[in-house]
Nanobody, 120 residues
Framework: QVQLVESGGGLVQAGGSLRLSCAAS????????MGWYRQAPGNQRELVAT???????NYAISVEGRFTISRDNAKNTVYLQMNSLKPEDTAVYYC??????????????WGQGTQVTVSS
């Protein structure tokens, strides 16, 4: 059984930094893309950043230049370094792993979510 465990959220003042981590436990065949999403109260869950197995990254315009996504394949872990945080970054952050077993079976796994609160 695959489980994603997140850590690193918390309360920080505007301009501060946080580093989120998400590690997969349990049996998994192969992880392709990893990503971070966030959801503020009343809003849809939105993509923050993704990273492929080849290391290519993609960022939402709102965080580009401030956030950095990285991965450690040996540890099945994805990170999100968040700098210059703004109050509008306040949300619950969820990690996501896209696994690959075959073209017909590519399940997505989600973390439990970690709260990030940025005060002004």
């Amino acid at each position: 059984q695959v489980q994603l465990v997140e850590s690193g959220g918390g309360l920080v003042q505007a301009g501060g930094s946080l580093r989120l981590s998400c590690a997969a436990s349990g049996s998994i065949f192969k992880i392709n893309a990893m990503g971070w999403y966030r959801q503020a109260p009343g809003n849809q869950r939105e993509l923050v950043a993704t990273i492929t197995s080849d290391g290519s990254t993609n960022y939402a315009i709102s965080v580009e230049g401030r956030f950095t996504i990285s991965r450690d394949n040996a540890k099945n872990t994805v990170y999100l370094q968040m700098n210059s945080l703004k109050p509008e970054d306040t949300a619950v952050y969820y990690c996501n792993f896209q696994a690959y077993y075959s073209n017909l079976f590519r399940p997505n796994y989600w973390g439990q979510g970690t709260q990030v609160t940025v005060s002004s």
